[in-house]
């Protein structure tokens, strides 16, 4: 992902994410620092860019959209700290670095993750305060609120989540299998890109286009993710390699084969790029970042 | 708390309750369950009831408060989970029932604490759009969204839980006990009977005195809880006895003694009810339920 505008973007939302995670208490100071450990320690970026540059797409100024794209972040953060806990897929690495469990304890952990899931809602609501004399500038950043509640929650994210752990060790229909990833993986990836289009006040057809887009690149995005795993390239996933092995976890690749992943990655990645046929080169750098994720497995 | 507003308010709480869990899919029902059977086991309601009690004396219907009410119960919910996981306090029992990690299991418990607070905010952001078309509807929503954000955060609740268990066997200060119990029980409670108030367009003076009487009485509640703790009457709390002890946590009645505990709890209960001061009869029910907590430990 070096295309100058994935760059200008992860470097946005990077200096502007510790700034939302609220200041607290000397007496509180590790609760803040176990938060701040996972979101700081590198990753891609890849949900608050794709916020951004819908905002971008859809015309709203990117430093406008960043609460936004912080609490996308910060959801996804959390819920990668309570997937690495024992009682979940008990990882100890995670991005190249001890899991926060690891580092501060599993309670602290699961405190920190409650924290982050929070923080967003704190984040996202104190700057609507900024804009309370304004309907219209309320209404639209209502939607973004609106659509990361529902992406986060019993009904997408998580069900995904209860579905993936209680699939453990069985064999699952594809469709199952697409359940788990859609829900897991894709609903918060979609919910980002619709957010983006919410704060740039989007037509219809264009939020449309644009749901299109995320679903298919988000399930292709762990169709990818699972490749990795199997190929065992540490240095690109930053886990220890053959975990979804290793905890039994159904996988499209252990069901299907390498070959059959390949090919419905690259299935999805045309009927993302198909959503965006209506887009003129202001789309152009939502086909680079699907394009390019097709690329690493391939 | 026989009282008919008391009875009146919980019976409304507990008939709408379930309504505000989201549906899921067949694929995920574990989770909706274990999030039910928390939400579901009882409890005194104390926090939906004390913000449905602030809206009705603002001027706001009870039954337009209920999103609100049933989201800070979400959270409280998800808190005692939490709480209660192996990790964290090792509960068996709440409200006299297997605690919701005995019944479901560690994973699922995490997963069913962090679907009760995303469906805090899901039940209340839907509940906005309802109202999308009239400003002053979605801004008195809108400041209740942001008050349990920030009170739910890790500046208030968790702040409060970590503190906690940092300290676990130590000797604290007074400071910082009041710091804890503070930030740990008394901010929610304090951001119910604001709530409440928002949603009835108090005015500044209202607001003010409805949170000394939350931080107040909500300070006096935690004391009441360590209290009864100590005195073992398990059929008040529902919890095993002598928990506290057992766990090495520092409480106000380990530090400073049953009778110590008393007084304090005395003096804010005179607090809570001088903050009533300016209210006429509508005021009666909040100093029925700031004396009977009062009375349950003397």
């Known amino acids: 992902m070096n295309h100058p505008d994935f760059v200008r973007l992860k470097k946005l939302v990077e200096d502007n994410l510790e700034a939302f995670i609220p200041d607290v208490d000397d ?35 990117a430093r406008l959209a960043l609460p936004y794209a912080s609490a996308v972040e910060f959801i996804h953060t959390y819920s990668l700290i309570h997937d690495d806990l024992p009682a979940m897929d008990d990882d100890e690495l995670r991005r190249g670095k001890p899991t926060n469990h690891m580092v501060f304890g599993e309670a602290a952990a ?4 409650d924290g982050l899931l929070t923080a967003a809602f704190e984040a996202m609501t104190r700057d609507v305060l900024l804009y309370f004399e304004d309907p ?13 509640a529902k992406a986060a929650g019993c009904q997408k994210m998580l069900a995904g989540q209860i579905a993936d752990l ?9 469709e199952m299998l697409e359940y788990i990833y859609i829900n897991k993986t894709a609903a918060l990836i ?20 644009l749901t299109v887009y995320g ?11 699972d490749l990795l795993d199997v190929r065992g390239d540490a240095s690109i996933t930053g886990k220890i390699s053959g975990r979804d092995k290793h905890q039994n976890k159904s996988t499209f690749v252990a069901q299907y084969g390498e070959a059959a992943a390949e090919e419905r990655i690259r299935e999805l990645t045309d009927r993302s790029l198909a959503a965006l046929a209506s887009f003129d080169d202001k789309g152009d750098f939502l086909r680079y970042v699907a394009k390019t994720m097709m690329h690493r497995i391939m």
Chains 1, 2 share one sequence.
Do not use: N
């Open 27 to 61: 007496k509180s100071h590790t609760l803040r620092e176990a938060m701040a450990y996972s979101l700081l320690s590198g990753g891609k970026r890849l949900r608050p860019v794709l916020l951004l540059a819908t905002a971008e797409l859809c015309g709203c100024d």
């Open 136 to 148: 219209t500038e309320i209404r639209r950043r209502f939607r973004v609120i609106h659509e990361l």
């Open 110 to 113: 699961i405190l920190a993750g």
């Open 190 to 209: 979609t919910a980002a890109v619709r957010s983006g289009a919410w704060l740039g006040l989007a037509d219809t057809k264009t939020l449309e286009a």
């Open 215 to 225: 679903e298919s690149f988000g399930l292709a995005f762990q169709i990818v993710d």
């Open 166 to 174: 209680e699939s453990e060790g069985k064999v699952c229909s594809q």
